[in-house]
């Protein structure tokens, strides 16, 4: 008799125990609740570390306006990120314009923003007391990032060319590494962008110069791959003019050499498809 009332009184229990968890649910503080998580990969022009820096607090900020989780990543050197992006393993990436034409299709991503009134420009430094000029580069050895780094290497290449400048290719892996190589005397000269030159530690910068600055082009995109959903894309870029006033998120601003982010879509990099690369 007594099992039969408390086997009664449990299923009552039971019963009701789901309506309980549906009112938690409604009832409990949206940051209780699991956000979704996101991988963002960023292009490893600098060090981990450096990049880490510059972006985790934005990518905190921005999180938390979209109500997701965005997790930094990035990749040893610029070949081992561009395999992972091909093969869709970020969720959201910050890409080199030629990255983007490459992916917009397959694996698939979608252009949510890029950097606030900029353009890229691939620029060759120099050390600060060398006397020579885009001439005097003729059979010397000059240093790249990577061979798909879009301005850095691609377009600066190009316009040597273009120049009838003969020169000797070194790809060091980063940004970094072709400043630190010049900066030793390793090469003659190397190329990068203006943000990451200007980015650099002042210690550094200040034995370098710019020789030459390339046409600009529109800058890295910020892409969503096609494995996420609509209406989480929709509110990372939602957020977006939110972010731009955020207190918080001026400092990597700073940091980034940026004035903020802008609303981006594919046909913005039209003008890096017409040049029609091929690598």
């Known amino acids: ?14 019963s009701v125990f789901p309506i309980v968890i549906c009112l938690l649910v409604l009832i409990l503080p949206p940051k209780l609740m699991a956000k979704p998580q996101l991988i963002f990969g960023v292009v490893p022009q600098q ?7 510059q972006w985790q607090p934005l990518l905190d900020r921005w999180g938390e306006l979209a109500g997701v989780e965005l997790k930094f990543a990035t990749a040893r050197d610029i070949p081992t990120f561009e395999k992972r992006l091909a093969a869709g393993e970020y969720d959201v990436a910050y890409m080199n314009p030629y990255h983007f034409t490459l992916v917009n299709q397959t694996p698939g991503y979608t252009a949510i923003a890029h ?9 060759l430094v120099t050390k600060a007391d060398w006397k020579g000029d885009l001439q005097d580069l003729q059979q010397q050895t000059i240093a790249f990032p990577a061979p798909r780094a879009f301005a850095a290497s691609i377009i ?7 120049k009838g400048i003969v020169f000797d290719t070194k790809y060091v892996g980063s940004h970094d590494s072709v400043y630190l190589g010049v900066a030793k005397g390793l090469y003659q000269a190397g190329g990068g962008v203006s943000r990451t030159f200007h980015s650099l530690d002042e210690s550094v910068r200040n034995q370098l110069k710019i ?14 791959s096609h494995s996420v959903v609509t209406e989480t894309r929709e509110a990372l870029q ?15 601003f700073h940091l980034l050499n940026i004035k903020g982010l802008q609303h981006a879509e594919d046909k913005d990099w039209n003008d890096v498809v017409q040049l029609g690369i091929s690598l």
């Open 1 to 14: 008799m007594v099992s039969n009332i408390y086997r009664h009184k449990m299923c009552r229990v039971l």
């Open 47 to 53: 060090s981990a570390a450096k990049l880490a820096e």
């Open 115 to 123: 950097a606030k009134d900029k353009k890229i420009t691939g620029i």
């Open 156 to 162: 600066n290449q190009s316009e040597l060319t273009q």
């Open 211 to 224: 020789l030459y600055k390339t046409a600009p082009y529109t800058p890295h995109a910020i892409a969503v």
């Open 238 to 252: 939602n957020s977006i003019e939110t972010l731009n006033r955020d207190a918080k998120a001026q400092g990597s």
